[in-house]
């Protein structure tokens, strides 16, 4: 199955479940459920959960057992995006095609959308009584590898060099800072998460997280790519602003070519650490070829 299959299959797994788990829109205050749902439903790849399912698949697990978790990094992903378009951060208009929530909304419920779907996603991962397949301490191990991703030591630490560093020169390492913590930190994260779920052993974690930090990085280089070559009627998204707000960026630092050939062999790298794996991690060899694809 290629990539693009797999991928359009595991957002028609997730997405039949991904209202399941949050209050429906004309509960009260309907507003802030409203806002919620505007976002989680506004498309998507979902890439996220499915490299959770992927994850799992590849040491043995069941997606079924773990679709909640799964559900629970979209969630997360929804509240970074909804945040990041906000004005105080990048001030963007366009998001899946689609106005941005603080754009239909208002700033303040935005914020308070985004708060709520991640306060959800921890609900969810803690919850042994939806996923009563999974030993409550694997929970509890994949819910704080995940607190640590997206944290000040994570993701949020990533974005706030990534704030500090615009309009100012910088140099490789903490361009690679940037892009590893606020980008890399939860898709390695949910790979790690759909392993831990499963049962994963020593060896096959290490593996899975080293093919994270790979393919986690080679996925915001190719996103600064995009900003500068992509139709932004495909893309969804504003184009151009990272340029606009000088951003910390691949591209502005090493050029285009460079920055592709970069991508190229960090995706081959987390390829190679997959080797002690079957064909059932052939979704996940996919995904990372996929990634490139997205842009040469």
Same mark, same amino acid.
């Given at each position: 199955?290629?990539?693009?299959?797999? *991928?359009?299959?595991?957002?028609?797994?997730?997405?039949?479940?991904?209202?399941?788990?949050?209050?429906?829109?004309?509960?009260?205050?309907?507003?802030?459920?409203?806002?919620?749902?505007? $976002?989680?439903? !506004?498309?998507?790849?979902? *890439?996220?959960?499915? *490299?959770?399912?992927?994850? !799992?698949?590849?040491?043995?697990?069941?997606?079924?057992?773990?679709?909640?978790?799964?559900?629970?990094?979209?969630? =997360?992903?929804?509240?970074?995006?909804?945040?990041?378009?906000?004005?105080?951060?990048?001030?963007?208009?366009?998001?899946?095609?689609?106005?941005?929530?603080?754009?239909?909304?208002?700033?303040?419920?935005?914020?308070?959308?985004?708060?709520?779907?991640?306060?959800?996603?921890?609900?969810?991962?803690?919850?042994?009584?939806?996923?009563?397949?999974?030993?409550?301490?694997?929970?509890?191990?994949?819910?704080?590898?995940?607190?640590?991703?997206?944290?000040?030591?994570?993701?949020?630490?990533?974005?706030?060099?990534? =704030?500090? $560093?615009?309009?100012?020169?910088?140099?490789?390492?903490?361009?690679?800072?940037?892009?590893?913590?606020?980008?890399? +930190?939860?898709?390695? !994260? +949910?790979?790690?998460?759909?392993?831990?779920?499963?049962?994963?052993?020593?060896?096959?974690?290490?593996?899975?997280?080293?093919?994270?930090?790979?393919?986690?990085?080679?996925?915001?280089?190719?996103?600064?790519?995009?900003?500068?070559?992509?139709?932004? $009627? *495909?893309?969804?998204?504003?184009?151009?602003?990272?340029?606009?707000?000088?951003?910390?960026?691949?591209?502005?630092?090493?050029?285009?070519?460079?920055?592709?050939?970069?991508?190229?062999?960090?995706?081959?790298?987390?390829?190679? +650490?997959?080797? =002690?794996?079957?064909?059932?991690?052939?979704?996940?060899?996919?995904?990372?070829?996929?990634?490139?694809?997205?842009?040469?």
């Amino acid at each position: 199955m290629s990539a693009a299959q797999y *991928l359009s299959e595991g957002r028609e797994f997730v997405d039949a479940s991904i209202c399941k788990y949050l209050p429906e829109e004309a509960t009260y205050p309907e507003s802030i459920h409203k806002s919620m749902l505007y $976002s989680v439903l !506004a498309g998507g790849k979902r *890439l996220r959960p499915v *490299l959770v399912i992927a994850s !799992a698949e590849a040491v043995g697990g069941n997606r079924q057992d773990i679709l909640p978790f799964a559900v629970a990094a979209e969630y =997360i992903h929804t509240y970074t995006l909804i945040h990041d378009d906000l004005p105080a951060l990048d001030n963007d208009d366009l998001r899946r095609g689609k106005p941005t929530n603080h754009k239909v909304f208002g700033e303040a419920i935005a914020v308070l959308a985004g708060d709520a779907l991640l306060t959800q996603a921890f609900y969810l991962m803690t919850h042994s009584g939806l996923m009563g397949a999974i030993p409550p301490e694997r929970l509890l191990q994949a819910a704080h590898d995940m607190t640590d991703a997206i944290g000040t030591s994570g993701m949020i630490g990533g974005q706030v060099v990534d =704030i500090e $560093s615009e309009g100012k020169p910088i140099d490789a390492e903490t361009l690679e800072y940037i892009h590893v913590h606020k980008t890399g +930190c939860l898709i390695k !994260a +949910c790979i790690r998460a759909g392993a831990i779920l499963s049962q994963a052993n020593t060896d096959q974690l290490e593996a899975l997280s080293n093919y994270g930090e790979q393919i986690g990085l080679a996925f915001q280089i190719v996103d600064d790519i995009l900003d500068i070559t992509a139709d932004e $009627s *495909l893309l969804g998204k504003d184009i151009g602003s990272d340029v606009d707000k000088g951003k910390a960026t691949y591209p502005a630092l090493y050029g285009l070519d460079k920055s592709k050939r970069k991508a190229e062999k960090l995706v081959e790298e987390g390829i190679t +650490c997959l080797e =002690i794996f079957d064909n059932r991690a052939e979704p996940l060899r996919e995904i990372g070829r996929f990634f490139l694809q997205r842009t040469f």
